[in-house]
């Protein structure tokens, strides 16, 4: 058991040196950005991946503890893994790995897409280790309600639901409706999500609750105590728990 250790020890010095003679010790753009600690959700937690300068990666799982294995980016954005068995040698590994991934870099390059080459509907995320991290795209549902009054409460209702990109930058939505409480609306935002409610002439309405869920349902912002006019926008910003109205 001993000397297997140590030659695979020996093997992974080996690699490490082979891809430092080759790249002068220069990794790529994308390869500088790919180095670090990544985990499959923004809990940093049980279990996450580690790619190091060297060419060696680590995968760490709380249960079956820890797997070496190499990594490469080849064709520009193709990143290619090897975590071989206790028999296996790394002679050539680049030619036969365990897994072949295109990448994508967004939110500052602390979010990584990988889709899986061999089926390109296999697509994973992972979340570099941060503190403090980045805005990350998310998506959330809103709702609100209130009273209202037209023809048979029925009229024209047009919702523009704003949304921020990781610049900060606000997009929005335009969603018409004849009904002024609807099913709750989803969107994916960074920081800041809001709406603003207009009616015809012939009609009222207020706002009087507004609820705003994660992903996962949870609430992360519920109020009932409103009296928010026609033409008004709401806008409530993530990372501070705080809202406006204006």
């Not at 058991?1 to 020996?10: E, G, R, T």
């Not at 609807?182 to 969107?187: K, S, W």
């Not at 920081?191 to 706002?207: L, P």
Request: proline share 2%; net charge negative; with cysteine.
């Amino acid at each position: 058991m001993k000397q297997i250790f140590l030659l695979l020890i020996a093997v992974f010095a080996l690699v490490g040196c082979t891809k430092e003679e080759t790249s002068n010790s220069e990794l790529s753009a994308i390869e500088q950005k790919l180095v670090g600690v990544w985990y499959p959700t923004t809990d940093f937690e049980n279990k996450w991946y580690t790619y190091n300068e060297d060419g060696t990666s680590i995968y760490h799982n709380n249960l079956s503890g820890d797997i070496d294995g190499v990594w490469d980016v080849i064709d520009e954005n193709v990143l290619i893994e090897k975590y071989p068995d206790s028999d296996e040698t790394l002679e050539n590994w680049q030619e036969a790995p365990d897994l072949k991934h295109k990448i994508e870099f967004s939110d500052g390059d602390f979010t990584l897409k990988s889709t899986d080459l061999n089926d390109s509907s296999r697509i994973t995320v992972k979340y570099k280790e941060c503190d403090p991290c980045p805005p990350r795209a998310a998506q959330y549902s809103i709702y609100f309600s209130g009273s209202h009054s037209g023809q048979f409460d029925q009229y024209s209702l047009k919702t523009t639901y704003y949304m921020d990109d990781e610049n900060g930058e606000l997009n929005s939505e335009v969603f018409n409706s004849n009904l002024f409480s609807g099913e709750f609306y989803n969107l994916t935002s960074y920081d800041k999500i809001g709406f603003k409610y207009e009616t015809d002439a012939e009609s009222n309405a207020n706002v009087e609750l507004i609820e705003i869920q994660d992903k996962d349902g949870e609430v992360i912002f519920s109020k009932s105590d409103f009296t928010i006019g026609i033409g008004k926008t709401f806008m409530y910003e993530i990372s501070k728990d705080t809202y406006t109205v204006d």
